[in-house]
T-cell receptor, first 112, second 115 residues
Framework: GNSVTQMEGPVTLSEEAFLTINCTYT??????LFWYVQYPGEGLQLLLK?????DKGSNKGFEATYRKETTSFHLEKGSVQVSDSAVYFC???????????FGKGTMLLVSP | DAGITQSPRHKVTETGTPVTLRCHQT?????MYWYRQDPGHGLRLIHY???????DKGEVSDGYSVSRSKTEDFLLTLESATSSQTSVYFC??????????????FGPGTRLTVL
């Protein structure tokens, strides 16, 4: 079946540092890919997505590029802020009834 | 998301008791989902619905049942709660209204503790 693998956290950075969170997937075909973010005590929110190979999703300074050659969708941000501290989930859309397969999540902690 | 509510938000119960969690949406989405979130496991799909009275099992469905008698409500029932079902439960919706159909929108979660 489909699967998503994310780097384990926590990732600890200082404010204004560069962020990369790795995500790779195993799936049949070329599924849509997503990054969701979960702030403390809240539900998940869509951060960005890409629906086909070479697409770049972007939002709030975060970016991720759909790389079919490496089956990857790494999340990047050039300069993180304390307010970016959260758990980030990579996910892929399964065919059929639109279910998602999630990675285990990566916690990001940003200090001033 | 303002269009999705979950009730209760917190619940403590004892082993062996039945528990029902409710997800309510106001956005006329076709698909509804129940996930559980546990440390080290991310989110795992329990059950989902693709229409009124149409449901199917997810990855971790043992010990859970669901019902959807109308578009806006999706109920998750633990017939006899066990300590392994202590978790945070999230409802999600997709596929309707003016929202993009391939994206899921999540409720605020229900924290369930089974003693």
């Amino acid at each position: 079946g489909n699967s998503v693998t994310q780097m384990e956290g926590p990732v600890t950075l200082s404010e204004e540092a560069f962020l990369t969170i790795n995500c790779t997937y195993t799936a049949t075909g070329y599924p849509s890919l997503f990054w969701y973010v979960q702030y403390p005590g809240e539900g998940l929110q869509l951060l960005l997505k890409a629906t086909k190979a070479d697409d770049k999703g972007s939002n709030k300074g975060f970016e991720a590029t759909y790389r079919k050659e490496t089956t990857s969708f790494h999340l990047e941000k050039g300069s993180v802020q304390v307010s970016d501290s959260a758990v980030y989930f990579c996910a892929l859309l399964n065919s059929g009834y639109s279910t998602l397969t999630f990675g285990k999540g990566t916690m990001l902690l940003v200090s001033p | 998301d303002a269009g999705i509510t979950q009730s209760p938000r917190h619940k403590v119960t004892e082993t062996g008791t039945p528990v029902t969690l409710r997800c309510h949406q106001t956005e006329n989405h076709r698909y509804m989902y129940w996930y559980r979130q546990d440390p080290g496991h991310g989110l795992r799909l329990i059950h989902y619905s693709y229409g009124v009275k149409d449901t199917d099992k997810g990855e971790v469905s043992d010990g859970y049942s669901v019902s959807r008698s109308k578009t806006e409500d999706f109920l998750l029932t633990l017939e006899s709660a066990t300590s392994s079902q202590t978790s945070v439960y999230f409802c999600a919706i997709s596929g309707g209204g003016d929202r993009v159909k391939d994206t899921q929108y999540f409720g605020p979660g229900t924290r369930l503790t089974v003693l």
